[in-house]
């Protein structure tokens, strides 16, 4: 298993500002995924971490807009530029299990309200 | 693209009652299909994975099943308990791991005392 641990927890932001959330992996692992849940919507892949290159990032999500780092193998930032209300949401990052079909694991998240 | 549909969205019964949450996926080709608990302010919590050659999982008063053909899984909790209110999550993943999972939006659950 991992344990995952992110900071902040919740933040309060004004539009147009930015918030690097970070995300701490009791393990090394090559891969690491931060998703989105909007309010009353369904977890959705922002974009996928490796270690040593560039993030992979789904359709509708950009680099200009949620920049990650990934200077380590335990270790990963996705950060929210220029926000807007639009950007409320829960920010949660994961794992993938080392073992073949093991489940993934997932952070507490970080509750995000843009005014 | 995947698409996972959780139904219903909420739903709210007595407490020992038997209940059913529904997950259907339009594309059947996946590893595997997992059920999730969501918790506010305590992230996600795995409940139940099933692999894309199994029919079933069972853990404890929870059970769940996969028919990968029809694109569909099923819930099963016994006897609920107010403990077991929370938010379930169907997830589904079509990369073996390398591409993230695709969620539904869940199914709110209330148990009443």
């Known amino acids: 298993s991992a344990v995952i641990s992110q900071k902040p927890s919740r933040d309060i932001c004004q539009r147009g500002t930015s918030l690097t959330i970070q995300c701490q992996v009791d393990?090394?692992?090559?891969?690491m995924f931060w998703y989105r849940q909007q309010p009353g919507q369904s977890l959705t892949l922002i974009a996928t971490a490796n270690q040593g290159s560039e993030a992979t990032y789904e359709s509708g999500f950009v680099i200009d807009k949620f920049p990650i780092s990934r200077p380590n193998l335990t270790f990963s930032t996705l950060t929210v530029s220029n926000m807007s209300p639009e950007d409320s949401s829960i920010y949660l990052c994961?794992?993938?299990?080392?073992?073949?079909?093991?489940?993934?694991?997932f952070g507490p998240g970080t509750r995000l309200l843009v005014l | 693209k995947q698409e996972v549909t959780q139904i219903p969205a909420a739903l709210s019964v007595p407490e020992g009652e038997n209940l059913v949450l529904n997950c259907s996926f339009t594309d059947s080709a996946i590893y595997n299909l997992q059920w999730f608990r969501q918790d506010p302010g305590k992230g996600l919590t795995s409940l139940l994975l099933?692999?894309?050659?199994?029919r079933e999982q069972t853990s404890g008063r929870l059970n769940a099943s996969l028919d990968k053909s029809s694109g569909r899984s099923t819930l099963y909790i016994a006897a609920s308990q107010p403990g077991d209110s929370a938010t379930y999550l169907c997830a589904v993943d079509s990369g073996g791991g390398a591409d993230g999972l695709t969620f539904g939006k869940g199914t709110h659950l209330i148990i009443q005392p």
């Open positions: 994961s794992v993938p299990g080392q073992r073949y079909q093991e489940t993934q694991y």
């Open positions: 393990s090394q692992v090559t891969m």
């Open positions: 099933i692999q894309s050659s199994q």
